[in-house]
């Protein structure tokens, strides 16, 4: 992974945003990030991964984004990698199962 990128105009030691280490890029990214935020979570809610493994997946579906991001992005982009973005954490998520122990660590 790359050098961690502070969020605009907000202190890199601060705790204020959810992913204090991402900075958003314009274009369809906000709602990349929005839509594996809302798909990890549910996961969580399941009991399906780790808390620690939210932002985790996050920055793996935003990175993977990276190639593809589209900087006027119409309605229809932006729920097509809406669409996109919620599968890719769940691919990842069961990625991420298969290599972890289903219990959880002490």
């Known amino acids: 992974s790359s050098k ?3 969020w605009p ?3 890199a030691s601060s705790s204020a945003s959810p992913a ?3 900075s958003i890029p314009g274009g369809t990214m906000p709602a990349v990030m929005n839509a594996a935020n809302e798909q990890a ?3 969580f809610l399941e009991e399906q991964i780790h808390f620690l493994d939210i932002p985790r997946l996050i920055d793996v579906v935003c990175d993977r984004h ?3 991001l589209t900087a ?3 309605l ?3 729920l097509a990698v809406d669409a996109w973005a919620r599968g890719a954490v769940r691919e ?3 990625r991420l199962q298969a290599k972890t122990p289903a219990a959880l660590p002490a």
């Open 4 to 6: 961690p990128r502070p």
């Open 9 to 11: 105009n907000t202190p």
């Open 20 to 22: 204090p280490e991402r």
């Open 41 to 43: 979570v549910a996961l």
């Open 66 to 68: 990276q190639a593809d």
């Open 72 to 74: 006027n992005p119409s």
């Open 76 to 78: 229809s982009d932006v």
């Open 92 to 94: 990842a998520a069961a």
